[in-house]
Every structure is written in C-alpha cells, then in structure tokens.
C-alpha cells in the first residue's frame, strides 16, 4: 500500500515588501523630506539677506559716488547730516533736472539726497533708511559764484554712509546696518 498522504509546508518564500514596510519605509522617507524642506527654507531666507546686504553696499557705493562728483557741495556741508527714509518718487520729480536746468552745489546734493531715498525704497524692505555724516576740515578755499569759477581742491574730510533696514532670520526681524566712512 502506497502512502497517499502528501505534507504541504507554509515556508514559502515570500515575494515583495508587507504593508506594514512600506508603511514604514514611507514614514522614513517623509521624516528627510521635512529635513530637507527645512534646510531649503534657511537657505532661501539667508541668500535673501545676503541680496540684501548686497544691495546696501551697493547703495553705500552710489551716494558715495554721488557725492565725489559734487566737491563744492562736499566742502560746503551739502551733505553733511543726510537722514532719508526709502519712499517713492516726490511729488513733481527729483527736481533739478541737469538736462534741463543749472544746479548749484547744494540742489544738486538735494537732487542726490533724493534719488538716494527713491533707490533705498525699491531695493530695501519697507523701513529702510539711510544716513550721511560728513566731518568736514576747514575751507582752504572761497567759493564764489557767476563767472568767477574756481578750481575746488578734492575734499579731504571723512564721511560715514550708513543704512539700516530689518531683515527675517531665526529670531524674528532683526535690525541690520551698513556702514562705509571714507574720503569722497
């Protein structure tokens, strides 16, 4: 007599992931993903903030070479205490328009002051503002006007261009400024 019993075995080999690995494979993977999306959200906001930081030295640079072309205005305190805040465009221009008309010394540091405040409005974050502090020697000079020009010696006193703005970062808005003090 044959035996006709036949044994099965439930070892089989299994074939492809359980529900409860992919489960956990997929909780593994969100976990990096937050990580990630973490580490890509500091690093957006800090190139932010170094655009603007970038963008006040910038605008340091242009007063400052602003205000090397205008040595009478220099020698004569025209930009001496300049406190600006970034607005928009006044009301009828910046006025003193050198295509049109002639600027003496101090329109002109106006005119600067001016346009300096309409740049600081559009490349800095609401709230900016901007400053120019001049330690101006004594005149080694006179300045006179009408056809009685005189040649102006190069400025020979220090000024301190400074802005501030606030900027995002871990702690909140923090105040940041940008000084440059140098001879124009």
């Not at 937050?34 to 500091?42: D, I, K, N, P, T």
């Not at 072309?69 to 305190?77: C, E, I, K």
């Not at 002109?108 to 800095?124: H, K």
């Amino acid at each position: 007599m044959r035996n006709c019993s036949k044994s099965f075995s439930f070892h089989q080999r299994q074939a492809g992931f359980t529900l409860l690995e992919v489960l956990i494979a997929i909780f593994v993977f969100s976990i990096g993903l937050l990580g990630v999306a973490s580490m890509m959200s500091v690093a957006i906001r800090n190139n932010h903030n170094g655009y603007l930081r970038t963008q006040a030295n910038f605008l340091i640079n242009s007063m400052i070479d602003r205000m090397h072309v205008n040595q009478v205005g220099l020698w004569t305190n025209n930009y001496d205490s300049i406190a600006v805040s970034g607005g928009p465009m006044p009301l009828g221009g910046l006025g003193c328009d050198s295509l049109s008309s002639t600027c003496d010394a101090s329109q002109l540091a106006a005119r600067d002051a001016a346009a300096w405040s309409v740049s600081i409005g559009q490349l800095l974050p609401p709230g900016a503002q901007g400053t120019v502090q001049c330690n101006t020697p004594p005149m080694p000079f006179l300045i006179t006007a009408g056809n009685n020009w005189v040649p102006v010696p190069s400025y020979t006193g220090t000024c301190a261009v400074t802005i501030t703005w606030n900027e995002n970062n871990e702690q909140g808005s923090q105040a940041q400024t940008a000084t440059l003090t140098v001879t124009p």
